[in-house]
């Protein structure tokens, strides 16, 4: 199948006697966005804006595996292209942002890997502005790290998702680059802080 024949409407299961709402093997669960926006903003005013990133970025990164893997096993995709382009698929049925991506060059015999694309109408900048003004830095933690998992699990190294642009910096739509640790320069090291532990594994 191609990227985009990706259906996530047809491959949930909501068992109403039980209670339980699954994707294949992943019990889900749905909780409005205001709320999701209320807990980013509780841990931003009791733990501080940075280890409150840190553990965004952290949760984003988890579910970004972890829906890689979800995908790899349960679909027979055509390339390891339409692979790597059903994360932002899976990402926009989510509702969580409408992912486009823009630039794809992934060698897996030179190792080069450099993905960028647009996002747009990301949950988490609408709920950070709710809350806040506009950032001197990226604020769509989550999306960072859902895109950095996804890929690092998709390439068996380590990526870093960052977005230049941002809704939450005041620009009107969003903008994802990833590329290796090293490609970055300083502006990664909170990222690196972040998913280090999970390289280890
Ligand atoms: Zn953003």
Redesign the pocket.
């Known amino acids: 199948m191609k990227a985009t024949d990706f259906d996530l409407s047809k491959d949930m299961n909501f068992d109403i006697d039980q209670g339980i709402t699954s994707f294949k093997d992943s019990r889900l669960v749905i909780f409005d966005a205001n709320s999701i926006g209320l807990l980013r903003q509780m841990l931003i005013e009791t733990e501080g804006v940075e280890k409150a990133r840190d553990l965004f970025l952290k949760f984003g990164y988890q579910n970004g595996y972890s829906d890689f893997l979800q995908m790899k096993t349960n679909y027979e995709f055509d390339s390891e292209m339409d692979l790597l382009a059903s994360g932002p698929v899976i990402h926009t049925w989510e509702g969580i942002v409408h992912a486009q991506p823009k630039e794809v060059k992934v060698d897996p015999v030179t190792r080069e890997f450099f993905f960028t694309g647009v ?1 747009s109408n ?1 949950y ?2 609408e709920q950070h502005l709710s809350f806040y003004d506009h950032s001197e830095d ?3 933690w989550t ?1 960072m790290g859902y895109a950095s998992g996804w890929c690092t699990a998709f390439w068996g190294s380590p990526l870093i998702a960052i ?1 230049p642009v ?3 910096k005041g620009d009107d739509h ?1 903008e994802w680059k990833i590329q290796p640790p090293e490609k970055w320069g300083s502006e990664a090291d909170v990222y690196i802080k972040a998913y280090e532990k999970f390289w280890r594994k």
Do not use: D, I, R
Request: hydrophobic fraction near 40%; aromatic fraction near 8%.
């Open positions: 996002w990301s988490e900048a990226p604020v769509c999306l977005e941002c809704v939450g969003c």
